[in-house]
Every structure is written in C-alpha cells, then in structure tokens.
C-alpha cells in the first residue's frame, strides 16, 4: 500500500485519505495556504498571489455582504480553501475534469478541519451559498486585478459582484502567513466571546 499521510512542519501527520482533526493544526494551514499559488501562478506581482490571500478576501467579501453572521461563520469563510493545504489549488477546469475521487477527498478533509476548529461539518445552506458567492466574487476581482482577464472575459467567466471590492495582493508568503493567522485568532476570540 502506498503512503497515505503528509508529513507537516509541526510534525503531524495527516492522513490524506482519513483525515482526524486531531492532526490539523491552523499553523500548518496558515502555512500551506501561504505558499500555494491561486491561478497557477499566473499574476502579476512579485509574489504569487496565495490561497492565504485569496481566504482573507473571501472572508472579507462574506462579512461585508453578510454582517449579521456569527463569527463561526466567518471562520467558515476563511477556511473554506483550507483542505488546498495539503491537495494544492487546482484551477476550476481541472477540478471539473476529475471531480469524482479529487471532491471525495477535499470534502472529508473539509469536514475533518471543521470539526477541529468548532464549525458544524455541514454547514445551513445559506451559508454555504454566501460563502461560495463570495468565493465567486473574488475570483472575478482577482481575474480582472491580478490575471490579466479582460473585464468582457471576466463578465463571461465569471460573477461579477454586485459592489467592488479592493484587493490588495499581500505580498510574501510570510505575510500571507501572518495576515491568515491574525485573522484566524480575530475570530476564534470572537467565537469565545460568543459562548
């Protein structure tokens, strides 16, 4: 049988196949997100522009359009590339093209980071639709800011929100680390406070 598990920096080790939230450790997320590239590395900039940076501008865009949700669903928004820390950021059409075993595994270890950090495994519907028009709303701000697609491209391709947002590429990875991680201990606070 073939190895199943990542070796982590903190010294996890994560099953692949059958995640535990035992062996997730939001350092390691922070870490990973950071130095995967979105769009496969192609924008502008003299960085990539990370999965790190795209969850806080999903994070950012969810809360803007939704300020009634609890923090917990913020966290939500944050996290929800989080299982990229280990299988990498696919781009959408490659996604599409192997979707089967590629979804199966990003959903168990979606459901194994949840877990560790409190959020239900399956989130309410309206949730997971605000989360994901968000995510649909930074992929056209990065399209037209950081991918070089033309507005008519991105109006195409993509879901062009309905306010626009500001997206200010991070810079390195360790930033991106830092941003990610300042965020994350922001809204576990705030999901404590809650309590």
């Known amino acids: 049988m073939t190895r199943a598990w990542q070796r982590m920096l903190s010294g996890r080790r994560l099953n692949i196949l059958e995640p535990s939230a035992l062996d997730i450790e939001i350092e390691d997320i922070a870490h990973g997100l950071s130095r995967v590239a979105r769009w496969n590395g192609q924008t502008v900039g003299p960085y990539p522009f990370s999965v790190a940076a795209h969850s806080l501008f999903v994070e950012k865009i969810f809360s803007r359009e939704n300020p ?13 590339d989080s299982p990229e820390y280990v299988i990498g950021d696919l781009i959408s059409p490659f996604k599409q093209a192997i979707s089967g075993h590629y979804k199966h595994i990003e959903n168990k270890l979606l459901e194994a980071i949840h877990i560790k950090f409190g959020i ?12 994901k028009k968000a995510d649909h709303y930074a992929a056209y701000e990065e399209a037209r800011g950081l991918a070089g697609f033309s507005e008519t491209e991105a109006n195409s391709i993509f879901v062009k929100p309905q306010h626009s947002y500001e997206l200010s590429p991070i810079g390195s ?16 606070k705030a999901i404590q406070r809650a309590r």
């Open 68 to 80: 009634e949700m609890p923090p917990v669903y913020q966290l939500a928004a944050l996290l929800h």
């Open 173 to 188: 990875p360790d930033q991106a680390k830092q941003m990610f991680l300042q965020r994350y201990d922001f809204l576990d």
């Open 120 to 131: 239900p495994s399956q989130l309410p519907k309206g949730v997971t639709e605000a989360i």
